[in-house]
């Protein structure tokens, strides 16, 4: 599904002086960052859901996944490591667009997202909830290639790219905070790129 571009490279207005936060440089590369090499899956098995301090819980495969309402959008993209990838095109949907979905209670207090690799990472509900939150599928108008977090990954680009899950399979809506892969292993809970907060 195609949708209408949205450029949110501007978002950084919302946070520091520069697009490109401190201590980091631009790359024009998409390099790739993964714990331990991309996983395998079949179109076939591929699910994702949603569960927890929810409504409704949800349940999709890749098909399903990719009819709902779909918005692309261009964004910086900054790895705790020190590189920043600029204008990147990513199509999915909005973190919004699949809260209203599912309905999420008002106990909802943090989020945590589950990967096919074994990752986790954590966000505040309210850091989440935010229209350039994405669970993304396309990447230039490409399938999001399998290196890259395909067939569905999540993009943060207020916050080290650390807290987007590539493989993302599961949304874990929780009461309390709870701490994710790296989060447990240094790396900053918050992690705002203008503020430097690479570790905690
Ligand atoms: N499932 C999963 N998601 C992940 C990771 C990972 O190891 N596994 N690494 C994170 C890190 S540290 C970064 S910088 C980005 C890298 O995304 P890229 O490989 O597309 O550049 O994915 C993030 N999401
Ligand atoms: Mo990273």
């Known amino acids: ?12 207005e919302e946070f520091g002086e520069e697009r490109l936060p401190p201590g980091q440089r631009k790359t024009d590369r998409f390099p790739v960052l993964s714990k331990s090499g991309t996983p395998d899956w079949t179109r076939d098995d591929w699910r994702f ?25 261009r964004q910086d993209f900054h790895c705790v490591t020190g590189w920043s990838k600029f204008d990147c095109e990513f199509t999915g ?5 699949l809260a209203d979905r599912v309905g999420v209670r008002d106990d909802a207090e943090w989020v945590m997202f589950h990967a096919l690799d074994g990752y986790t990472t954590d966000l505040p ?18 399938r999001l290639p399998d290196d890259h977090g395909g067939p569905l990954r999540v993009v943060t ?8 899950a590539k493989w993302v399979t599961g949304v874990e809506f929780l009461t309390e ?24």
Not at 64 to 70: D, H, I
Not at 93 to 97: I, S
């Open 49 to 73: 859901e949603v569960w927890g301090a929810v409504e409704e819980e949800l349940s999709l495969g890749y098909d399903e996944f990719r009819e709902l309402p779909a918005d692309t959008q």
């Open 1 to 12: 599904m195609s949708s209408e571009l949205t450029d949110r490279t501007d978002l950084f």
């Open 177 to 200: 905070p709870e701490r994710g892969y790296w989060e447990k292993r240094g790396y900053s809970d918050t992690a705002n790129p203008w503020n430097e907060e690479r570790y905690s």
């Open 93 to 97: 949907v909005t973190f919004p667009e």
């Open 125 to 142: 509900l309210a850091a989440c909830d935010r229209e350039e939150v994405m669970f993304v599928y396309d990447h230039g108008g490409e």
């Open 157 to 164: 680009p207020h916050k080290y790219a650390y807290k987007g």
